[in-house]
């Protein structure tokens, strides 16, 4: 059948989702003032618009993607229905409202990305895309539909940890099921990167189900333990996925690793703030990996991004006791990452602006990653008042990184990020030189050699 | 502070470390150490001298060469903002991540030394309770973590032949060993860059570079058991 619009690409897809992040960024003035409440369906809040733009961006960069060669065109139109259902889900004033956002979104994923899915596993596809919103939709029900406002004062009663154990699957359900069934058949190359793409967003979307709860409540200490539990499983999953995957399980690797840190990170931040704005970098850290996983150069470099989210819950499980998880992180994420390097055999090398401008967004937040906390996590931590206190052990040297303080006035951590990135520029331009000067060398020797 | 003028202290403090002592010294030590194991016997040193900074990968290098020039060590003068042995590990760790994407080849013979190398350097944390380093520790985990990284070196010294990042990654992580106090300076400095030199050398002719790395594994995994196990300082 000839594909609607074929030879032509449409951008209002593309313009109707990018209106969309203009809109929520246009709210930041309001939700200053105070969140807004548009109970019973929706609450604003500078969490959600923190998210809600990140991911309606992303979903734009997706649908041009798909329309770039003036095929998809029905694809972007479902992207653009993702977005509505994916703002549903961030904005959600409750649980059930959340839930039915969640699924929805999770229904136009499986919509587009089903005739790549092995034969006869499409259906599989959609339970397994569907399980993390159905999961979520029966704690709803369980937990008598609660809303996701900060309590007002007085002592508040944390989620149970069968609560936390649900909310943890829900999350897991949607990445590692939705990802399973990760084959690419009969489609374009771009087309199979888009629909991967899509689905690595849907599961990296997840753990805003545990940033949501923590709006209202804190965890038990049981529900605390669990989550880094899982979270560590799942680290360790993306390790093995990542020593016996091969070409095609690049994406998989790197969703579990961000889901099993995020996890650890939230499920400490009800003991530590900081654990939560870590936790909150990791997620945005890998929507940029998540972007550019299809450039092996790209998408180490995004993967440089996360370490500032990893800096910070490394001191946060050691401040809270969880000393084996802050020695594990580090190495087991590196392990990750290069693990993908060498089993990676066909990812293209040539750079081009659909990989550019998150490469220059990662290095740049990296670098200036005191500016990022500030501006944009501080605020989106903060509405998580129900469950994660005031950040007051980051401090801020604006001109070179930030430290962690301990109660006794002293330094416990601290990431120069600024300065090492100086440092790295001025070395890095100073071998640039040099090498300049030893190609040239180079070539006249060769060119005395040939005059001889 | 006013920003600008914690970045210039910053800038100020860091420019004689990068291209005198520790950085300057140590990328041209680990240059020459690269010039020593790669080139083939009877061939021109000026050729293979530029051959090798030719072939560098600058961003991996770049990286390995801000390790050394930022690493605190003792007896130098304090940079204006502490460097916690979490910025120091990452920093290496991704230099050599850089070093992986632009090869042709796919092999893992750095990886796995090094990661035994980071292991131990962050166990340590177990004692400390903070990323920061604290002072040098007699403790018998410390001691441990010393052994560790040691014979990591020995493993990841044949890796040193395949260009200058990867040498300067070498002396990047002994250099963070002796930062971040993980024994006494003097102990470290005098005994191990010598021992893992002989050492290394040894292990990649007689191809025991893997045994060395074995070794390292079970010392680092060691060093974390007995950092759990002692009470924090």
Same mark, same amino acid.
């Given at each position: 059948?000839?594909?609607?619009?074929?030879?032509?690409?449409?951008?209002?897809?593309?313009?109707?989702?990018?209106?969309?992040?203009?809109?929520?960024?246009?709210?930041?003035?309001?939700?200053?003032?105070?969140?807004?409440?548009?109970?019973?369906?929706?609450?604003?809040?500078?969490?959600?618009?923190?998210?809600?733009?990140?991911?309606?961006?992303?979903?734009?960069?997706?649908?041009?993607?798909?329309?770039?060669?003036?095929?998809?065109?029905?694809?972007?139109?479902?992207?653009?229905?993702?977005?509505?259902?994916?703002?549903?889900?961030?904005?959600?004033?409750?649980?059930?409202?959340?839930?039915?956002?969640?699924?929805? =979104?999770?229904?136009?994923?499986?919509?587009?990305?089903?005739?790549?899915?092995?034969?006869?596993?499409?259906?599989?596809?959609?339970?397994?895309?569907?399980?993390?919103?159905?999961?979520?939709?029966?704690?709803?029900?369980?937990?008598?539909?609660?809303?996701?406002?900060?309590?007002?004062?007085?002592?508040?009663?944390?989620?149970?940890?069968?609560?936390?154990?649900?909310?943890?699957?829900?999350?897991?359900?949607?990445?590692?099921?939705?990802?399973?069934?990760?084959?690419?058949?009969?489609?374009?190359?771009?087309?199979?990167?888009?629909?991967?793409?899509?689905?690595?967003?849907?599961?990296?979307?997840?753990?805003?189900?545990? =940033?949501?709860?923590?709006?209202?409540?804190?965890?038990?200490?049981?529900?605390?333990?669990?989550?880094?539990?899982?979270?560590?499983?799942?680290?360790?999953?993306?390790?093995?996925?990542?020593?016996?995957?091969?070409?095609?399980?690049?994406?998989?690797?790197?969703?579990?690793?961000?889901?099993?840190?995020?996890?650890?990170?939230?499920?400490?931040?009800?003991?530590?703030?900081?654990?939560?704005?870590?936790?909150?970098?990791?997620?945005?850290?890998?929507?940029?990996?998540?972007?550019?996983?299809?450039?092996?150069?790209?998408?180490?470099?995004?993967?440089?991004?996360?370490?500032?989210?990893?800096?910070?819950?490394?001191?946060?499980?050691?401040?809270?006791?969880?000393?084996?998880?802050?020695?594990?992180?580090?190495?087991?994420?590196?392990?990750?990452?290069?693990?993908?390097?060498?089993?990676?055999?066909?990812?293209?090398?040539?750079?081009?602006?659909?990989?550019?401008?998150?490469?220059?967004?990662?290095?740049?937040?990296?670098?200036?990653?005191?500016?990022?906390?500030?501006?944009?996590?501080?605020?989106?931590?903060?509405?998580?008042?129900?469950?994660?206190?005031?950040?007051?052990?980051?401090?801020?040297?604006?001109?070179?990184?930030?430290?962690?303080?301990?109660?006794?006035?002293?330094?416990? =951590?601290?990431?120069?990020?600024?300065?090492?990135?100086?440092?790295?520029?001025?070395?890095?331009?100073?071998?640039?030189?040099?090498?300049?000067?030893?190609?040239?060398?180079?070539?006249?020797?060769?060119?005395?050699?040939?005059?001889? | 502070?006013?920003?600008?003028?914690?970045?210039?202290?910053?800038?100020?403090?860091?420019?004689?470390?990068?291209?005198?002592? @520790?950085?300057?010294?140590?990328? /041209?030590?680990?240059?020459?150490?690269?010039?020593?194991?790669?080139? @083939?016997?009877?061939?021109?040193?000026?050729?293979?001298?530029?051959?090798?900074?030719?072939?560098?990968?600058?961003?991996?290098?770049?990286?390995?060469?801000?390790?050394?020039?930022?690493?605190?060590?003792?007896?130098?003068?304090?940079?204006?903002?502490?460097?916690?042995?979490?910025?120091?590990?990452?920093?290496?760790? /991704?230099?050599?991540?850089?070093?992986?994407?632009?090869?042709?080849?796919?092999?893992?013979?750095?990886?796995?030394?090094?990661?035994?190398?980071?292991?131990?350097?962050?166990?340590?944390?177990?004692?400390?309770?903070?990323?920061?380093?604290?002072? @040098?520790?007699?403790? /018998?985990?410390?001691?441990?973590?010393?052994?560790?990284?040691?014979?990591?070196?020995?493993?990841?010294?044949?890796?040193?032949?395949?260009?200058?990042?990867?040498?300067?990654?070498?002396?990047?992580?002994?250099?963070?060993?002796?930062?971040?106090?993980?024994?006494?300076?003097?102990?470290?400095?005098?005994?191990?860059?010598?021992?893992?030199?002989?050492?290394?050398?040894?292990?990649?002719?007689?191809?025991?570079?893997?045994?060395?790395?074995?070794?390292?594994?079970?010392?680092?995994?060691?060093?974390?058991?007995?950092?759990?196990?002692? @009470?924090?300082?």
């Amino acid at each position: 059948m000839k594909p609607a619009n074929s030879g032509r690409t449409s951008i209002w897809p593309v313009a109707f989702l990018l209106l969309l992040a203009l809109l929520q960024l246009g709210l930041v003035p309001l939700v200053a003032q105070g969140d807004i409440n548009l109970a019973p369906l929706f609450r604003v809040d500078s969490l959600g618009i923190l998210f809600g733009t990140v991911w309606t961006l992303m979903l734009g960069a997706i649908s041009f993607l798909f329309t770039r060669r003036g095929r998809g065109y029905t694809e972007a139109i479902f992207l653009s229905i993702i977005g509505i259902d994916l703002l549903v889900y961030t904005y959600a004033h409750n649980m059930m409202v959340m839930a039915v956002g969640w699924g929805l =979104a999770g229904v136009g994923v499986w919509a587009i990305t089903r005739e790549s899915s092995p034969p006869g596993q499409s259906n599989r596809a959609m339970l397994s895309l569907l399980s993390s919103a159905i999961i979520l939709a029966t704690l709803a029900v369980v937990t008598g539909f609660p809303t996701f406002i900060p309590p007002a004062g007085g002592v508040v009663q944390p989620w149970p940890a069968t609560a936390v154990v649900a909310g943890a699957l829900a999350v897991v359900a949607s990445g590692g099921w939705g990802l399973l069934v990760e084959g690419q058949h009969n489609r374009k190359e771009v087309e199979q990167r888009a629909g991967l793409t899509l689905k690595a967003l849907y599961a990296l979307a997840a753990p805003y189900i545990l =940033a949501k709860m923590l709006v209202t409540a804190p965890w038990h200490p049981i529900g605390t333990w669990l989550l880094v539990l899982l979270g560590m499983l799942t680290l360790l999953i993306g390790v093995y996925t990542a020593y016996e995957s091969h070409k095609r399980g690049r994406t998989r690797v790197l969703v579990y690793a961000q889901v099993g840190i995020t996890l650890v990170g939230f499920g400490i931040a009800a003991n530590s703030p900081l654990a939560a704005v870590g936790a909150t970098w990791v997620m945005l850290a890998g929507l940029l990996w998540v972007v550019t996983s299809g450039w092996r150069w790209a998408g180490v470099r995004a993967s440089v991004a996360a370490m500032p989210g990893l800096w910070m819950v490394s001191q946060a499980a050691l401040d809270t006791g969880y000393v084996v998880v802050s020695v594990l992180l580090l190495p087991l994420y590196i392990l990750v990452v290069a693990l993908t390097i060498i089993h990676d055999s066909g990812a293209r090398r040539s750079c081009n602006w659909w990989v550019a401008i998150p490469i220059a967004v990662s290095i740049t937040a990296t670098a200036l990653s005191q500016l990022v906390v500030e501006v944009l996590l501080r605020p989106a931590v903060r509405t998580m008042a129900g469950g994660v206190g005031a950040l007051t052990v980051l401090a801020i040297d604006w001109g070179v990184g930030m430290t962690v303080r301990t109660p006794s006035g002293g330094i416990s =951590a601290a990431l120069p990020a600024t300065g090492i990135a100086l440092a790295v520029f001025l070395t890095a331009v100073a071998l640039y030189w040099l090498k300049q000067l030893a190609w040239r060398a180079i070539n006249q020797a060769n060119g005395d050699t040939q005059a001889e | 502070m006013n920003p600008l003028a914690g970045f210039s202290d910053w800038a100020l403090a860091l420019l004689p470390r990068m291209f005198l002592y @520790p950085g300057g010294l140590a990328i /041209i030590a680990a240059f020459l150490l690269a010039l020593f194991m790669s080139r @083939p016997v009877r061939t021109a040193v000026l050729h293979d001298a530029l051959q090798l900074l030719a072939r560098a990968n600058i961003a991996a290098l770049a990286l390995a060469w801000a390790t050394l020039s930022i690493l605190p060590l003792p007896g130098v003068n304090p940079l204006p903002f502490p460097v916690d042995r979490f910025s120091l590990v990452a920093v290496t760790g /991704i230099s050599l991540l850089l070093d992986l994407v632009s090869r042709k080849e796919r092999d893992a013979d750095e990886l796995w030394p090094s990661l035994a190398i980071v292991l131990a350097l962050m166990s340590p944390v177990a004692l400390q309770r903070g990323l920061v380093p604290g002072e @040098p520790s007699q403790s /018998i985990a410390s001691y441990v973590t010393a052994a560790a990284v040691l014979a990591g070196l020995v493993g990841l010294f044949g890796s040193v032949r395949n260009g200058w990042s990867n040498a300067a990654r070498w002396l990047a992580w002994w250099g963070a060993t002796l930062a971040l106090g993980v024994v006494p300076g003097d102990v470290w400095e005098l005994v191990t860059l010598p021992a893992a030199l002989v050492l290394g050398l040894v292990a990649q002719r007689l191809d025991w570079s893997r045994y060395a790395t074995f070794l390292a594994y079970v010392l680092a995994l060691a060093a974390l058991a007995t950092s759990l196990l002692l @009470p924090p300082g």
